[in-house]
Nanobody
């Protein structure tokens, strides 16, 4: 099992940046695919970005590609989501999640086994 704790959310103006962190209770490299998801009020949760077992493959939803970057510090057991040029449409609760093997960056949301509690991101215009 793995426990996940997100941090780094906050309130920023449009065009600003935030970096979300997700601390894992165990090493995830080579053992879990990792992903970031978000849920805006009144909307379904969506997959934002994902990273494969070794990080050689990544996924981004169209609306964030080129603005967000998913990365991982294996020594710190921490997953990151660097978010640049934020837009009001990015306002949501952001969740970190882990999917045990077998998995790929294309694993769907319902396949992710472990979830953090979420961190709120609010972008004002």
């Amino acid at each position: 099992q793995v426990q996940l704790v997100e941090s780094g959310g906050g309130s920023v103006q449009a065009g600003g940046s935030l970096r979300l962190s997700c601390a894992a209770s165990t090493y995830t490299y080579g053992r879990y695919c990792m992903g970031w998801f978000r849920q805006a009020p009144g909307k379904e949760r969506e997959k934002v970005a994902a990273r494969g077992l070794t990080g050689s493959s990544t996924y981004y939803t169209d609306s964030v590609r080129g603005r967000f970057t998913i990365s991982q510090d294996n020594a710190k057991r921490t997953l990151y989501l660097q978010m640049n040029n934020l837009e009001p449409e990015d306002t949501a609760m952001y969740y970190c999640a882990a999917k045990s093997i077998p998995c790929t960056v294309n694993s769907v949301m319902s396949d992710y086994n472990y979830w953090g509690q979420g961190t709120q991101v609010t972008v004002s215009s």
